[in-house]
Every structure is written in structure tokens, then in C-alpha cells.
């Protein structure tokens, strides 16, 4: 057998920041790898792979995968690569190359000097596929594609065998020289794996292994007008690079012969495939078919729309790598597939925000408050603690003047049982500062609605002052508007109505109308002036926002990265109890 090559396997970079440490969860994966590692097998080595194909961008289930295999190899003191395997160039970017790097370092791991491509082995694999001609284990065949497809056979049906498949071997070689060299129109002959095409295994009935193909690569260029087939360039992409451990999702397990198959027939360094259940999240597509068809017809603003479930996405949204590195973690290595509720990664997120989000006050539909009593001229400071949950973050200073914004609906003209906001002759709290009460009502004369509020405050209740055992069962939050600044905020929700949007005909009729409500008169308070896309807030009672890169000097843009409402947490506060 040919040994992997120690020059591709060198300590630079070894993968980082795992996801797993020695009191993670068990799981089978990590039960192989813990065997092969006390037996010495590939001498105690542990080396897998990320191996993405560049026809779009990744999705939050390629990171359960990233997480996985730098985790795993991280925790086993091993390397992971990241290898595009790039075998389609009708299909295949620079743009989604790039994104993907950037993706996957975003999540915290490091492939050092291991960047590869299948498109780096196209010469030794063109080599291989000569192999098998010359072992009589390959042909050349000029069925049509549909012919191919109908001498296949059924689940039920044994194939056929091609009218070709008895080629001699000298005619095998030099047919396939021929097509490489560009003498054949593209579909016009492939060439095919001689295995059983009898075999219960649809995989095995003599696949396709090579076709024509005229198309221009990100970067072999016009080199080859013929192209290897995934599943032969995957597994001796994989031996090439000496991984011990090709871990891939659940729909390879009945590829997995096929693998086998090409690695003993040419008599190569072996590596072991081990599949698991690929991630499923309810209300999301995670097909990169579809999720390009959202992208192309104008759904989405693009593949990191913040309601897309795309990393470049979430990124946008305001999703940190730390909760989706935990989200991974927490759900698992399973051998069935199966659906994850979504509101567990939000609650991953939440407990992530929760640490990190600095406090701040956001008005979204503001409603004019005029404190009569205050005087006209004067600003105050008051002091805000940034973050109760972090000591280290501070306080900061807030100004306060006779002018301010509420929220609309914290103020009923008539108001009903169990509301405790602010009513004409109520009292209630402003946070950080004072109780004030309601004294008038302005409207306007056509349409009646409340265009202003006249109110007094109580300048003894001063936050942190003594209240005399005052008490109010309101708290609001609130703006300055001498000081305070325009923002505009964009309020996402699920972007599909049904838990799993796969099972309709058309996936597209359960799209939310409703996922995404631009607001644009918003107020935020002023300490967010220098605030920088990617930056995380708690807006009080709204929830979790970023700042989105489509914000400018004069006007800041934030996306809701999600609410305050935590229905898992729930779920867990229960099942502890």
C-alpha cells in the first residue's frame, strides 16, 4: 500500500479551539476514534478533513460538521485540512471559496498550511482512473446519459450491462486518452467503474467516473475538458492526504462500498469513512439548491440575508461562533437523522448574549413624553451599569432632559386590567431615572392619535435615592430626544411559516410574508455614536441586536439577532425540576 505523505502532514497549524474537551459528551464517533487510537492504528494518528464543495455558501449545518472534525482532531492532538473538493466547474466560484475560508475561521478554527483542492490531484487522479483501465476495471462507455440511467435498473431490477463494457483495454486507453485530449463532444462518452451491475447497491452498478466536460475552472483553467466524479475523487483525495478518519453525513453511508472499492482496487493508503446524521433545524432549508434559489429569485437580499441560515447570515444577524460551536456541541453525534428544534441554537445564543451584550435603552416607535416640571434647560447625567452579568463591564453615563421618548405602547389612554405602564393619572418608573406620572393627553385634531404626553416627575425619586416605601409596578425605558440618535432597526423572524418547509411540493408557499419589518424612525441613546457593525447590544425589554454593515456615519442600522423570549429555557427549568 502506498503510505500518506508525511510532507502533508506536518504540525503547522494544527487544528484549534475544539469544541470537545475530556469531559464532553460520549458519542460513537469518538468512540472509534478512541479505539484506533489505543490500538495503535495509522500509529496513533488522528487526521480528518473538511472537504466542502465551493457551489455555494455554507450553512448552519456545515458547521456542526466544522465543529466536529477541528474539534475532534483538536481534542486528539491531530490535523484537519480543509479541502475544496472542486470537481464541477459549471458550478464552482471563487466567491464561494473565499466565503468559505472566511466562514470557517470566523467559527474559530485553523487549517494552517493544509489548504487543498481536489483540483491540486487532477493529474495523479487522471493516473488512477489509467490504473483500473489497465487492470481491466474500467471502461470507456458511449450509452447516452438517459441510456445510462435506463440500463442502471430499479431498486427492485438488476442493471444491464453496457453494450461496451467488454472493450479491450488497449481500446479503453486509448479512448480515454482521446477524450481527454478533446476529441469527443461534451456527454458524448464517460468513463465507467467495471464493478456489478447486478449489485443491490445502485452505487456499484458500474458508475461513472470521468466525463467530458467544456468548462473553464477557478483554477485549472482550460486545462481539462474532462472532470472526475465526486465519489472517485473524494476517497482518494482523502487517501492522498493520509486521513485517518473521513467523517461525513448519513446520505454517504450507501456510497461507502464505492469508497471501499476504489481504494483496494488501486491498493492505496485506506482511510475509514464513519457517517452520522446530518442536521436538520426546524424552519429552515438546509439544501444549498433551494437556498440559491432564494437568492436568485429575489427572496432574500443575499446569502448572508440575515434571515438566511447561512453562517455568513447568522454572522449578520449578530450569532457569535462561541453559541454555535456550544449549539454543536450540545446536540450531538446521532446515527439517525433527526429534526433539531430551533429554539434550542437561539438558546444558545441567548446564554452567549447574555455574558457579552452591553445594556443600552432603544425607543422603536416613539411616543413624545414633555416633563412640564423639569427645567427647560437643564441635562443631567445619570449613571447605567453596562452589563449586570459581567462586572468588568462598567457603567456609563446617560443624559436626561426635560423632552423624552417612550414607547408608544407603553402608554394607554384607557388602559386595561394587569397593564402597568404609564396611564393619564398613573405613576411609573423611567429606568436609571425617575418616576414620573401623566397629567395630559395631546392628540391630533384629525386623525386623534397621541402625538404627545405632558407629564411631571418627583425629582426625591432619583434612582438609587431612598423612595420613603414608594413603590410602582411600572418600569420603562426611555431616550433623551435632545440627544438621542436616529436609527433604523430591521426586526427578523423565521423566514418559513412550517416547522419543515421540505414537506410541501413547493417549499417556497410556506415563506414567512411577515420575516423581516423595517423600522425607520427609531431612537437610540447616545453612548452607541462609535458603535461598529458586529457589535452586540441588549436593547432593554426588545431583545438582542447588532449593528449591520449597512450602517454609516449618520445613520446606524441594527438587525434584531433575537428576542428575549426563551423557550428552551423553559423546557430545561422544567425537566431539572
Known amino acids: 500500500m502506498e503510505k500518506p505523505d508525511n510532507k502533508k502532514r506536518n504540525k503547522k497549524g494544527s487544528a484549534s479551539l475544539s469544541t470537545s474537551t475530556s469531559s464532553s459528551p460520549s458519542n460513537f464517533i469518538r468512540n472509534i476514534i478512541e479505539e484506533d487510537v489505543k490500538a495503535k492504528k495509522n500509529n496513533g494518528r488522528v487526521h480528518t478533513r473538511f472537504p466542502p464543495e465551493p457551489n455555494g455558501y455554507l450553512h448552519i449545518g456545515h458547521a456542526k460538521s466544522i465543529c466536529l472534525n477541528f474539534g475532534l482532531a483538536a481534542e486528539y492532538g491531530g490535523l484537519c485540512n480543509l479541502r475544496f473538493d472542486d470537481t464541477n466547474p459549471t458550478k464552482e466560484e471563487v466567491e464561494y471559496v473565499e466565503s468559505i475560508k472566511e466562514d470557517v475561521r470566523w467559527l ?86 467495471k464493478i456489478d451491475m447486478a449489485s443491490g447497491n445502485l452505487n456499484m452498478r458500474d458508475p461513472v467516473i470521468y466525463r467530458i466536460l467544456r468548462a473553464t475552472h477557478h483554477r485549472t483553467g482550460d486545462k481539462w475538458c474532462v472532470y472526475p466524479m465526486y465519489d472517485f475523487t473524494h476517497c482518494l483525495s482523502d487517501s492522498i492526504e493520509g486521513i485517518t478518519h473521513s467523517i461525513c453525513t448519513l446520505e454517504f453511508e450507501d456510497h461507502r462500498p464505492l469508497y471501499d472499492w476504489f481504494l483496494d482496487e488501486l491498493k492505496v493508503f485506506h482511510p475509514q469513512q464513519i457517517e452520522f446524521a446530518r442536521l436538520n433545524l426546524s424552519y429552515t432549508i438546509m439544501s444549498k439548491r433551494k437556498l440559491l434559489q432564494l437568492v436568485e429569485e429575489g427572496y432574500v437580499s443575499g446569502w448572508d440575508d440575515p434571515r438566511m441560515p447561512t453562517i455568513s447570515g447568522l454572522r449578520r444577524r449578530g450569532y457569535t461562533p462561541e453559541s454555535i460551536r456550544n449549539f454543536s456541541e450540545r446536540i450531538g453525534v446521532a446515527k439517525k437523522d433527526s429534526m433539531v428544534d430551533i429554539a434550542l441554537l437561539e438558546h444558545c445564543l441567548r446564554q452567549d448574549l447574555n455574558k457579552r451584550a452591553l445594556r443600552v435603552m432603544a425607543v422603536l416607535h416613539p411616543l413624545r413624553v414633555i416633563i412640564d416640571n423639569y427645567p427647560e434647560n437643564q441635562t443631567e447625567e445619570l449613571e447605567a451599569i453596562n452589563n449586570p452579568e459581567d462586572p468588568d463591564a462598567g457603567s456609563r453615563k446617560i443624559p436626561f432632559s426635560r423632552t423624552i421618548y417612550i414607547e408608544r405602547e407603553d402608554f394607554r389612554e384607557d388602559p386595561p386590567k394587569k397593564f402597568f405602564r404609564l396611564a393619564p393619572g398613573r405613576e411609573v418608573r423611567l429606568k436609571h431615572a425617575y418616576f414620573i406620572q401623566c397629567e395630559q393627553v395631546i392628540k391630533d385634531d384629525k386623525t386623534g392619535e397621541i402625538v404627545e404626553l405632558h407629564c411631571t416627575y418627583d425629582p426625591k425619586t432619583k434612582s438609587g435615592s431612598a423612595q420613603n416605601g414608594r413603590k410602582v409596578k411600572g418600569t420603562l425605558h426611555w431616550v433623551s430626544a435632545k440627544h438621542c440618535l436616529p436609527a433604523e432597526v430591521r426586526l427578523y423572524e423565521r423566514l418559513f411559516t412550517r416547522e419543515n418547509p421540505d414537506e410541501d411540493k413547493d417549499f417556497k408557499a410556506c415563506l414567512n410574508p411577515n420575516s423581516l419589518e423595517t423600522l425607520k424612525s427609531c431612537r437610540v441613546e447616545p453612548s452607541l455614536a462609535g458603535a461598529t457593525p458586529g457589535s452586540h447590544y441588549q436593547f432593554l425589554r426588545h431583545g438582542y441586536f447588532c449593528v449591520d454593515p449597512d450602517s454609516t456615519k449618520g445613520q446606524l442600522v441594527f438587525n434584531r439577532t433575537v428576542s428575549l423570549r426563551d423557550t428552551w429555557a423553559k423546557i430545561e427549568k422544567g425537566q431539572n425540576k
Not at 114 to 140: C, M, P, T
Not at 147 to 164: C, F, W
Open 108 to 193: 474559530g478554527f485553523d487549517w494552517g498550511d493544509r489548504l487543498y483542492y481536489a483540483s491540486d490531484y487532477f493529474d495523479q487522479l487522471y493516473q488512477y482512473a489509467v490504473q483500473l483501465i489497465k487492470k481491466g476495471k474500467a471502461y470507456v462507455c458511449d450509452l447516452s446519459p438517459d441510456e445510462i440511467r435506463e440500463y442502471r435498473g430499479t431498486l427492485k431490477e438488476p442493471g444491464k450491462n453496457s453494450p461496451y463494457r467488454d472493450r479491450s483495454v488497449k481500446e479503453n486507453l486509448d479512448l480515454f486518452e482521446r477524450m481527454r485530449a478533446g476529441e469527443f463532444g461534451d456527454g458524448s462518452r464517460v468513463l465507467r467503474a
